[in-house]
């Protein structure tokens, strides 16, 4: 990371330059085009001009967070667009915002410096005694520093990497390995997307390099992999490519299933997998599904992935959810009520990457516009970042559905009248709230007029109970039930 500047100025967030404004905006539509959506959305669109000055141009960023993000992970994408917007010499500065101001006082923020220039310290160093280091990620020939650069996020690590039953396993297992490289071989992590697998394999790799620094780790996502690989056929470098990956102690590969259909690449590997295995040196895959399942793979390389340690990861449950937003915020040093907490678990309920996504731009729009978080802020960003939100499945949704299809009002429903009519309804509704939402019985009960959870429990054990003989009440939950699940997707 680089050196925080220690100069510190006091800005003004909402006053920037108009020409900074408008060169941002040109940077911006231009990013847009070359970065993934979901990523522009929460680490670029944050961004605000602050200053052009000579070829200089300062933006302001929301947390070191931010900072750190983009220039390891955007760097080279910033740079291109700098240079194409303003020109060769173009630079670029950041301004976090560490204090928003109060209206009193003047927002602060602190400088540091951007690394679009010489962003490459190896190119135009003289291969003199190099000759034979050869790096498919830098290409030519190189200190040993670079040779053996490990490609790892650093802030991928186990101590933020909450635990829950959805990955327990994993990350228990992930640290055995980080203990004794080589003894489970290989280790297979695979899982829908957002869950949570490149952090778990980052960590390891992480934590490798901190018990045994001798080791050389390397971590690869398979698309890179794949483009080295091409890359080195069209250069004739094949050997060279084969003996780097060679000479790794810990191999981590992101997202096999990239390669699916690639022959040649998955020749490749498989002879760099076989090498490294006989030598008892640690292969850590990811996937999104099971080896087994990894259709358009070679039978010799899906076998040889699943010889290991396998394991799935499952879908996070809400207590391990809310846990991690907590965690999440509170790094950024914002404290909101458990009830947002839980509101927002609920709502983001599979994918962590935009449940991130969703607490950078909260977290952002705190910092930069020092406002407070309320709920109607959550659902603002949840309706720009996360895809599938399911609107339908709240408890109100469900006590309409059931007054319409009972013929009762919603009020009677919600009332304590004890009158049989309105009884089954009512304890319908409670039922299908619990099948259908993961909501907890008391959050349940405070629609219901404020009943608590045995009471809500006592009247879901009755429909239970009652539609074991009652053809009548069994086709209304049907009925209901088939109109719940088309609005579950
Ligand atoms: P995957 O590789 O499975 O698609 P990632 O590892 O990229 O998912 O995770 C998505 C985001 O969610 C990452 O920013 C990651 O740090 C975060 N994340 C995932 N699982 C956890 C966890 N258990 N604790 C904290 N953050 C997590
Ligand atoms: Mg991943």
Redesign the pocket.
């Known amino acids: 990371m680089l050196e925080v500047a220690e100069k510190r100025n006091k800005v003004s967030v909402n006053q920037s330059d108009p020409l900074a404004q408008e060169l941002w905006a040109k940077c911006l539509a231009r990013l847009k085009t070359i970065i993934p959506e979901q990523e522009f959305k929460n680490f670029f669109l944050p961004l605000r001009a602050k200053s052009f000055v000579g070829k200089h141009l300062s933006i302001f960023v929301p947390s070191q967070f931010f900072y750190d993000k983009l220039e390891s992970d955007y760097i080279d994408q910033i740079a291109e667009t700098i240079e194409a917007v303003i020109g060769p010499d173009a630079t670029l500065e950041y301004a976090i915002v560490v204090d928003s101001g109060d209206g009193l006082s003047q927002p602060l923020s602190m400088v540091l410096p951007g690394n679009t220039t010489n962003r490459h310290p190896a190119v135009g160093k003289p291969q003199t005694t190099q000759q034979e280091a050869f790096s498919p990620f830098y290409g030519s020939a190189l200190p040993d520093s670079f040779l053996h650069d490990s490609n790892l996020n650093s802030s991928y690590t186990f101590d933020n990497f909450i635990e829950g039953d959805y990955n327990q396993f994993a990350r228990r297992f992930g640290i055995n390995i980080s203990k004794n490289p080589g003894s489970t071989n290989p280790f297979f992590v695979y899982g829908g997307?957002g869950l949570g697998?490149?952090h778990l394999v980052q960590a390891i790799g992480n934590s490798i390099k901190e018990n045994f620094p001798n080791l050389f780790v390397l971590y690869v996502s398979c698309e890179r992999f794949l483009n080295q690989f091409l890359d080195s056929v069209s250069t004739g470098k094949i050997q060279q490519f084969n003996k780097f990956y060679n000479q790794v102690d810990v191999l981590i590969l992101?997202?096999v299933q990239i390669l699916k259909e690639k022959e040649k690449t998955q020749e490749i590997l498989f002879d760099i997998f076989n090498n490294l295995h006989q030598r008892k040196k640690q292969i850590i895959l990811?996937s999104d599904c099971a080896p087994k399942d990894l259709k358009g793979m070679h039978e010799r390389l899906k076998s040889r992935f699943g010889a290991g340690l396998t394991v799935d990861f499952l879908r996070p449950d809400l207590e391990t959810r809310v846990a991690i937003i907590q965690h999440k915020l509170q790094k950024d040093g914002i404290i909101i009520p458990t009830e947002y907490m839980e509101f927002l678990a609920r709502k983001v309920d599979t994918n962590l990457r935009e449940l991130e996504g969703v607490i950078i731009s909260l977290v952002a729009r705190t910092t930069v516009f020092n406002t407070e978080v309320t709920l109607d802020s959550i659902k603002d960003v949840i309706k720009d970042i996360v895809t599938d939100v399911d609107d339908d499945l709240t408890v109100p949704s469900i006590i309409s559905m059931v007054a319409e299809y009972f013929k009762v009002s919603e009020e009677k429903i919600q009332s304590p009248s004890r009158l049989k009519d309105i009884m089954l309804p009512r304890q319908v509704a409670m039922y299908l709230a619990k099948e259908y939402t993961e909501q907890s019985l008391k959050y349940i009960g405070e629609f219901f007029g404020g009943k608590d959870h045995t009471t809500v429990m006592h009247s879901i054990r009755k429909i239970k109970e009652s539609v074991k003989d009652d053809a009548q009440l069994k086709r209304a939950l049907e009925d209901l039930g088939n109109k719940l699940r088309t609005k579950q997707h």
Do not use: A
């Open positions: 997307v697998k490149t992101d997202d990811t």
